[in-house]
């Protein structure tokens, strides 16, 4: 079958750094996407990795690697307004998008 | 600005009355999806349509029907709701197999 896990839950303090790790088993791989999600909002596109290494953006970066089926998204200088679900999710070989259940993170001051 | 519109933003409906939430984008995306989405779980897809390919997951229950009309608009037709459909339903658009961009939700709830 096909999975992903990621936590479920995380806490940081405001202004610090975290990781949100991210396994995913799939049939096939066509890229890996982190979403955000605000409670009782839409998922809000974050970014895409389809080859590994890093790509950055801002305060958010997502890291790849396809050997060992793992992503991570790093948050820098966190704010408040970070306080969401981050969700992973995975394109398999038939273009399906595979959801993880998603990362509740609490930003604390 | 380009966007994915849902209405309603909430929908209440009694057990087993038909409900329609409607989705319009103006990406002038070819592909159009309907998630349903519980508290604290992945969004769960329903179907999508490719153009006017309609393709149902194999799970997706036969009280939920979709329709497009045309490229801008897609419909969710819940038949006769459950308590159990009471869910957040997302829209979402992409261009081909690309990122796919999601609306605001309709949050329905089942009295």
């Known amino acids: 079958g096909q999975n992903i896990d990621q936590p479920t839950e995380m806490t940081a303090t405001e202004g610090a750094i975290v990781q949100i790790n991210c396994t995913y088993q799939t049939s096939g791989f066509n890229g890996l996407f982190w979403y955000q999600q605000h409670a009782g909002e839409a998922p809000t596109f974050l970014s895409y990795n389809v080859l590994d290494g890093l790509e950055e953006k801002g305060r958010f970066s997502s890291f790849l690697s396809r050997s060992k089926g793992y992503s991570y998204l790093l948050l820098k200088e966190l704010q408040e307004k970070d306080s969401a679900s981050y969700l992973c999710a995975v394109k398999d070989s038939n273009y399906q998008l595979i959801w993880g259940a998603g990362t509740k993170l609490i930003i604390k001051p | 600005d380009a966007m994915v519109i849902q209405n309603p933003r909430y929908q209440v409906t009694q057990f087993g009355k038909p409900v329609t939430l409607s989705c319009s984008q103006t990406l002038n995306h070819n592909v159009m999806y309907w998630y349903q989405q519980k508290s604290s779980q992945a969004p769960k897809l329903l179907f999508h349509?490719?153009?006017?390919?309609?393709?149902n997951e194999a799970d997706t229950p036969d009280n939920f029907q979709s329709r497009r009309p045309n490229t801008s608009f897609c419909f969710l037709d819940i038949r006769s709701p459950g308590l159990g459909d009471a869910a957040m339903y997302l829209c979402?658009?992409?261009?081909?197999?690309?990122?796919?961009?999601f609306g605001p939700g309709t949050r329905l709830t089942v009295l």
């Open positions: 349509y490719y153009d006017k390919d309609f393709n």
């Open positions: 979402a658009t992409s261009n081909g197999a690309d990122t796919q961009y």
